[in-house]
C-alpha cells in the first residue's frame, strides 16, 4: 500500500521499521519537530525522525496541523491509500482524516476502550490490571474513539515495568498494523462502557506517597520505570527510587524500619532494593547503605 506514516517516538519507530519491511511504500514520514534533550540540551531529532532518516525516507515536521490549510492540501496530493498513526502526539483534523482511501489506522497500546489518553501503557499496571495490549484503530475525531479493528492482549505480571510493557506492545504494534493493513478487517465500534482517560504524566507524578499502601506504591515504582520515574525525600536529598518488593512491617508512613532499607507504609512495607542518589550511578540498597547509615526511625518523605 502506499501509506504516510506518522509518530514520534521509540514506539512508533518500530512500527515503522514494520511496515517498510512488510512492503509497503511509505511515501511520507510525519514527525514532531526536533528538540533539546538531555543535559545539554542538544537538539536531537525524534526517535521516528531518525529512523526515517536511516530508511531514506522523506521526513515532515510541522509544528502543528489545526486551521493549517497547506499542510492540509500537501497531505492530501500524497495520494494515500491509508496512513498509519502512532504516538505522534499532533491532532489530526477532519480533512486528513478523510483524505487516504482506507482513512488513518492508529497503534493504542491498550485494550480499548480502557487507557484511552496519553500514558495507557503506565496506567495499566498502576491500576493492577492483569492484561494489557495493544489496539489498531480505525481514527475519527475523538480521543481515541475510533471503531477497532485489531486487538491483542498480553499479560502483566509483578515484576511487569513500564518499559518492559512498552517494549513488548511496541513489538506486538508492529506486527499487529501490517495485519490490519493486508487483511483490512471489519471495524466494529467500541463498547460505550469502560472507557477511562490516561492522561501525559510529569515528573511531579512520581513522588511516593508513603502514606499509600505498598502494594499501590510497588506498582507506582514499577509503572514509572524509565519514565517519569518514583523519587523520595531523604534529609536534603532527592532519591531515585527504582526497585523495589513488598515486604512485612508497620511504623508510621515512610519510616525507616531496619538496616535493610524497609520502609512502613499506610499499609504494610516496601523494601527498596535499587537506587539512585544525587549525582551517582545506579546502585543497589545495600551497596548504598555500605556508604552510609541511616538508622531506623529515620523518615523519608
Same mark, same amino acid.
Given at each position: 500500500? +502506499?501509506?504516510?506514516?506518522?509518530?514520534?517516538?521509540?514506539?512508533?519507530?518500530?512500527?515503522?521499521?514494520? =511496515?517498510? #519491511?512488510? *512492503?509497503?511504500?511509505?511515501?511520507?514520514?510525519? @514527525?514532531?519537530?526536533?528538540?533539546?534533550?538531555?543535559?545539554?540540551?542538544?537538539?536531537?531529532?525524534?526517535?521516528?525522525?531518525?529512523?526515517?532518516?536511516? =530508511?531514506?525516507?522523506? /521526513?515532515?515536521?510541522?509544528?502543528?496541523?489545526?486551521?493549517?490549510?497547506?499542510?492540509?492540501?500537501?497531505?492530501?496530493?500524497?495520494?494515500?491509500?491509508? &496512513?498509519?498513526?502512532?504516538?505522534?502526539?499532533?491532532?489530526?483534523?477532519?480533512?486528513?482524516?478523510?483524505?487516504?482511501?482506507?482513512?488513518?489506522?492508529?497503534?493504542?497500546? %491498550?485494550?480499548?476502550?480502557?487507557?484511552?489518553? $496519553?500514558?495507557?501503557?503506565?496506567?495499566?499496571?498502576?491500576? *493492577?490490571?492483569?492484561? %494489557?495490549? /495493544?489496539?489498531?484503530?480505525?481514527?475519527?475525531?475523538?480521543?481515541?474513539?475510533? $471503531?477497532?479493528?485489531?486487538?491483542?492482549?498480553?499479560?502483566?505480571?509483578?515484576?511487569?515495568?513500564?518499559?518492559? =510493557?512498552?517494549?513488548?506492545?511496541?513489538?506486538?504494534?508492529?506486527?499487529?498494523?501490517?495485519?490490519?493493513?493486508?487483511?483490512?478487517?471489519?471495524?466494529?465500534?467500541?463498547?460505550?462502557?469502560?472507557?477511562?482517560?490516561?492522561?501525559?504524566?510529569?515528573?511531579?507524578?512520581?513522588?511516593?506517597?508513603?502514606?499509600? @499502601?505498598?502494594?499501590?506504591?510497588?506498582?507506582?515504582?514499577?509503572?514509572?520505570?524509565?519514565?517519569?520515574?518514583?523519587?523520595?525525600?531523604?534529609? #536534603?536529598?532527592?532519591?531515585?527510587?527504582?526497585?523495589?518488593?513488598?515486604?512485612?512491617?508497620?511504623?508510621?508512613?515512610?519510616?525507616?524500619?531496619?538496616?535493610? =532499607?524497609?520502609? &512502613?507504609?499506610?499499609?504494610?512495607?516496601?523494601?527498596?532494593?535499587?537506587?539512585?542518589?544525587?549525582? +551517582?550511578?545506579?546502585?543497589?540498597?545495600?551497596?548504598?547503605?555500605?556508604?552510609?547509615?541511616?538508622?531506623?526511625?529515620? +523518615?523519608?518523605?
Amino acid at each position: 500500500m +502506499r501509506i504516510a506514516f506518522m509518530g514520534t517516538p521509540d514506539f512508533a519507530a518500530v512500527a515503522l521499521r514494520a =511496515l517498510v #519491511a512488510a *512492503g509497503h511504500e511509505v511515501v511520507a514520514v510525519y @514527525s514532531q519537530p526536533p528538540r533539546p534533550s538531555g543535559r545539554g540540551q542538544a537538539v536531537r531529532l525524534q526517535p521516528v525522525h531518525e529512523a526515517a532518516q536511516q =530508511l531514506s525516507l522523506p /521526513v515532515h515536521t510541522p509544528p502543528r496541523l489545526r486551521k493549517i490549510t497547506s499542510e492540509w492540501d500537501a497531505f492530501r496530493a500524497l495520494d494515500l491509500d491509508a &496512513a498509519v498513526v502512532a504516538a505522534y502526539g499532533l491532532i489530526l483534523p477532519a480533512p486528513m482524516l478523510e483524505a487516504p482511501r482506507f482513512g488513518c489506522l492508529n497503534i493504542h497500546a %491498550s485494550l480499548l476502550p480502557r487507557w484511552r489518553g $496519553a500514558a495507557p501503557i503506565q496506567a495499566s499496571i498502576l491500576a *493492577g490490571d492483569a492484561e %494489557s495490549g /495493544v489496539t489498531i484503530m480505525q481514527m475519527d475525531e475523538g480521543l481515541d474513539t475510533g $471503531a477497532m479493528l485489531l486487538r491483542e492482549a498480553v499479560p502483566i505480571t509483578p515484576t511487569t515495568t513500564g518499559g518492559t =510493557l512498552h517494549d513488548q506492545l511496541a513489538e506486538l504494534g508492529g506486527r499487529l498494523i501490517v495485519r490490519a493493513l493486508a487483511e483490512r478487517p471489519t471495524a466494529i465500534p467500541q463498547p460505550p462502557e469502560g472507557a477511562i482517560y490516561a492522561p501525559k504524566l510529569a515528573r511531579e507524578d512520581g513522588r511516593l506517597d508513603w502514606t499509600d @499502601s505498598a502494594a499501590n506504591l510497588d506498582r507506582r515504582i514499577r509503572a514509572f520505570d524509565p519514565w517519569p520515574g518514583t523519587h523520595t525525600t531523604l534529609g #536534603a536529598e532527592t532519591l531515585k527510587i527504582l526497585a523495589a518488593t513488598q515486604a512485612e512491617g508497620a511504623g508510621p508512613p515512610g519510616t525507616v524500619l531496619d538496616d535493610q =532499607l524497609t520502609i &512502613a507504609t499506610g499499609e504494610a512495607a516496601l523494601r527498596i532494593t535499587r537506587l539512585q542518589a544525587p549525582g +551517582r550511578a545506579a546502585m543497589t540498597a545495600q551497596a548504598f547503605l555500605n556508604g552510609r547509615k541511616i538508622a531506623p526511625g529515620t +523518615r523519608l518523605a
